[in-house]
């Protein structure tokens, strides 16, 4: 009877001991490298975004009403994804965070292209203008850079133009400035379009 006690003494923390997981086992359960979640917490990736955004101003605004004033956020907001690829929007909201979003909408119903030069500068020189507002674009040797500021700037970075010479005349209103500048842009011809305007001819026929 004494040995059949101290058997059972003895078996019993090994019994325990089994049916309970060591730390070690419930933490590999819980964080699982492969992508498995028992109960515990994800450490999913966010996805990239397809575009680089930048704001440009976010300004108050007020308007004033029969019962008293209004007060609103306005954003400006220019995305690109530096190969190209550009576009600007504008978004207004009680809130920042709102205002943002709505203008990152915007940017992207928005979007433009442009064809770039060797070296990452533009074609040819152009002038955009936009209500008092005018912004000269000329292209620039590789490793000039972009001599530019401001809304000029930051439309430019993002649409992949890294050397450039620009100048602003009249209004330097941001909103105003990006919108000429994006006429600018617009105006940007390639070889193959003028040499198809001027011979009807394109690079391929050429080539023959």
């Given at each position: ?15 325990d ?18 992508g ?50 550009y ?13 943002i ?8 119903r ?17 002038m ?38 620009s ?16 006429d ?15 011979f ?9």
């Amino acid at each position: 009877m004494a040995e059949n006690e101290e058997k059972k003494v003895v078996e019993t923390p090994a019994a325990d001991a089994g049916n309970k997981p060591s730390r070690n086992a419930r933490g590999n359960g819980r964080f699982n490298r492969n992508g498995g979640n028992k109960g515990g917490r994800r450490f999913n990736s966010r996805p990239q975004p397809e575009y680089d955004e930048k704001v440009i101003r976010i300004s108050k605004v007020t308007k004033v009403v029969k019962g008293g004033k209004r007060m609103k956020f306005t954003a400006l907001t220019v995305i690109g994804d530096k190969k190209g690829k550009y576009g600007y929007g504008l978004g207004k909201s009680g809130e920042v965070p709102e205002a943002i979003k709505k203008s990152l909408n915007a940017a992207n119903r928005n979007m433009f292209k442009v064809q770039l030069a060797k070296g990452d500068t533009i074609a040819h020189t152009v002038m955009g203008h936009f209500g008092a507002t005018q912004v000269f674009l000329k292209p620039a040797p590789e490793g000039t850079g972009l001599v530019a500021g401001g809304a000029v700037r930051a439309i430019l970075e993002l649409a992949g133009v890294r050397n450039v010479y620009s100048k602003i005349y009249g209004s330097r209103t941001q909103t105003n400035v990006v919108k000429a500048t994006v006429d600018a842009l617009k105006q940007l011809k390639s070889f193959d379009s003028v040499n198809k305007t001027r011979f009807n001819k394109t690079t391929a026929e050429e080539a023959k």
